[in-house]
């Protein structure tokens, strides 16, 4: 069936970039809007030392975000329907910016957990949005690139995040201000960008606030299950690189260096931006499976990694199970999307995103619990051993389903 591109670049009161040009602008803003999501994360050991909280407080800020996530999907997954692609993109935007600059004048707990509830609302809104803005704008044969550029736009956004503030903090004055500086900056730019596109959709009435509830139909059920299995064991993993990587290199490896902690986490992202790139389309139907089993690798190089304190060990865990993370929510939700009614997809897609949000938050939370409890040390090595046991469990349900058929 093909897909109709609705009146993009019709009459407007203020003046609009051609098609092509904003198809770009979009997917920087998209990048831009990611990359502010993980600016903080080499920052929470500069936060714990100025503030004094534990390890349990920096998991519980780092979750803070998936709180803003949440409710984004929930209260605004299908406004841009109703109101137009770029009247819900600049919103975004703005909480991106509010988060920004609560994060300046962030000198207590609830500044941060603020800064970081703002900071889910506008990936929230965002990431739904603009993917499907870029799908919009391309042309009617290139739904694929559209879906492959919003894919680099946000993994590239999350892993440049880390990196960006790493090296300001470690390498330039104001640590904790000057990142949140600049992000400021590439978001006005971005911002005049996307004010310039032209509207792709016809809207179609007033939105109304309401929550969205996803149902699944029985046919899709039992893949959405073992695609949610592994994707809740990778976004774990996801969700322990971004808030408590930093803890580890400080606490256990004794290397405290912001720009260091960037890169780690930075690495985790790059690596599963080029699992869903390149691996997913040659593996076939043999991705999910190699997904589940890279990430059981990825934890067991974490577990070694964490008792022989090895950086080496750690940065390959990152690199594999980045791999893992990035095959196995790709084609697990190609699967569920094969699977799924054409008048319910985006329906059970928002399911599906709401068991990975739920998975980058909570069980990192967890470790900080039990890093309180046991040690630092420990708790990594139990969440990791958590996380083999869930990809293990995929990896069987799959293997089952197709000797089934």
Same mark, same amino acid.
């Given at each position: 069936?093909? $897909?109709?591109?609705?009146? =993009? ?10 098609? *092509? ?18 600016? %903080? ?7 714990? *030392? ?32 109703? !109101?137009?692609? +770029? $009247?819900?993109?600049? %919103?975004?935007? &703005? ?34 949005? &603009? ?13 694929? +690139? ?18 960006? @503030? ?33 509207? #792709? ?11 969205? /509830? %996803? ?30 990587? %930093? ?10 260096? #912001? ?21 997913? /389309? ?29 950086? !080496? ?5 990152? !690199? ?6 990035? !095959?196995?929510? /790709? ?18 897609? @928002? ?6 949000? =739920? ?7 967890? =470790? ?10 420990? &708790? ?26």
């Amino acid at each position: 069936m093909s $897909r109709t591109l609705p009146h =993009v670049g019709a009459r407007s009161r203020w003046p609009t970039v051609p098609r *092509h040009t904003a198809f770009w602008l979009v997917a920087l803003a998209f990048a831009v809007t990611m990359l502010g999501t993980t600016l %903080p994360t080499p920052l929470y050991v500069l936060y714990q *030392h100025r503030l004094g909280f534990s390890t349990l407080m920096s998991t519980v800020i780092f979750a803070a975000y998936a709180v803003g996530v949440l409710t984004a999907l929930v209260l605004f997954g299908r406004v841009s329907d109703v !109101v137009g692609r +770029r $009247r819900t993109l600049l %919103p975004g935007l &703005a909480c991106a910016a509010l988060s920004g600059l609560v994060f300046l004048g962030a000198d207590d707990l609830p500044l941060l957990i603020t800064g970081r509830v703002l900071s889910g609302l506008s990936a929230g809104i965002f990431t739904g949005t &603009a993917t499907a803005t870029l799908v919009d704008l391309a042309d009617e044969d290139a739904g694929e +690139r559209a879906t492959l550029v919003a894919t680099v736009a946000n993994m590239g956004g999350l892993g440049a995040g880390p990196l960006l @503030s790493g090296m300001l903090a470690q390498l330039a004055p104001a640590p904790l201000r000057l990142p949140f500086e600049v992000h400021l900056g590439m978001l006005a730019l971005v911002t005049a960008g996307i004010w310039l596109i032209p509207e #792709p959709v016809k809207t179609i009435g007033r939105p109304r606030l309401r929550i969205t /509830r %996803p149902r699944l139909p029985e046919r899709v059920r039992a893949t959405f299950l073992r695609a949610s299995i592994a994707g809740f064991a990778g976004f774990a993993v996801l969700g322990l690189f971004t808030a408590v990587a %930093p803890s580890f290199l400080g606490r256990l490896l004794h290397l405290s260096d #912001p720009a260091l902690s960037g890169a780690v986490v930075c690495t985790v992202f790059a690596a599963s931006a080029i699992g869903q790139i390149t691996l997913v /389309r040659p593996l076939g139907r043999a991705a999910q499976p190699v997904g589940c089993g890279l990430l059981i690798a990825g934890m067991a190089l974490l577990i070694a990694g964490l008792a022989a304190e090895s950086l !080496v060990l750690l940065l390959c865990a990152a !690199v594999t199970a980045g791999l893992g993370q990035g !095959v196995s929510f /790709r084609a697990g939700l190609a699967a569920i999307n094969a699977e799924a009614p054409a008048g319910q997809r985006a329906e059970v897609a @928002s399911a599906f995103f709401i068991v990975l949000y =739920v998975a980058i938050s909570v069980p990192v939370v967890g =470790v900080g619990v039990a890093a309180d409890v046991v040690g630092l040390r420990a &708790a990594g090595i139990g969440f990791a051993l958590a996380v083999a046991l869930l990809a293990a469990s995929a990896l069987v349900a799959v293997r089952r389903s197709r000797g089934e058929r």
